[in-house]
């Protein structure tokens, strides 16, 4: 069920975000808008409240990516809505009162959904075994020391262990600031649906850049 507190007015794209994030989750799920004056400015945030979700019972070790994911969730689905507030908040609550609190902003979401299309690509690479594209995501440098041929052996060795993988779902992402280099990775995550059981995939990926080729930077079978 949702409930609503402070009456925020929803537009169909707004109902359409809560819904998928009830179809995902289930649970009780609250929503209200709040704002916030602080010394970087005036803020809007719309908050949601998640609880007895049995989906976080099941992954409470995984609550980050989680919060996250309802996020994503909500903000695909809206367009020029995304005017109306500054940042999402996200509350997951846990049985035993324990639980993780989140907050993006919009221009983090909008990031996130101009990188979408790498680890999708990516991860349809794996199921159809057409490395080309995917190759051709990474930046030069790292092309000059891993050949595609390493690529494909790095791969595989999943495919080996659990089987050939079928299809993909986007779980979330994070926020991973590189010192070394002095830039911003976006940790994307999912996982594979696989023959015999199904694995994490992972992507990190140049979250300011904006041509997909050469952006990403490492990928991961593990959250």
């Known amino acids: 069920m949702a409930s609503c507190g402070n009456e925020v007015p929803l537009s169909e794209n707004e109902e359409k975000g809560i819904a998928e994030i ?25 908050q949601f ?23 994503w969730l909500f903000f695909k689905n809206i ?12 509350i997951l609550m846990l049985k035993d009162k324990t639980g993780d609190s989140r907050i993006y902003s919009i ?3 909008e990031k996130v959904k101009a990188k979408i299309p790498v680890i999708e ?15 051709e995501l990474f930046p030069q440098d790292i092309r000059a020391t891993v050949t595609k041929e390493n690529l494909i052996n790095f791969c595989s060795s999943v495919d080996n262990e659990k089987g050939r993988a079928t299809g993909f779902q986007f779980e979330g992402f994070g926020y991973f600031f590189l010192s070394s280099e002095n ?4 940790n994307l995550a999912g996982f594979h649906t696989r023959a015999r059981e199904s694995s994490p995939f992972g992507v990190f990926v140049d979250a300011d850049m904006p041509e997909l080729n050469g952006s990403l930077y490492s990928i991961k079978f593990e959250y």
């Open 22 to 46: 009830k179809a995902a989750y289930g649970g009780q799920l609250s929503y209200e808008l709040l704002d916030s004056t602080t010394a970087d400015g005036a803020k809007k945030y719309l």
């Open 49 to 71: 409240k998640l609880s007895q979700s049995d989906v976080l019972e099941k992954q409470a070790d995984l609550l980050e990516l989680k919060a996250s994911n309802v996020a």
């Open 79 to 90: 367009g020029e809505e995304k005017n109306k507030y500054t940042h999402l908040k996200i």
């Open 107 to 109: 221009q983090e979401l």
């Open 121 to 135: 690509q990516a991860a349809a690479a794996i199921q159809s075994g057409n490395y080309d594209g995917f190759y």
């Open 183 to 186: 830039k911003q990775l976006l």
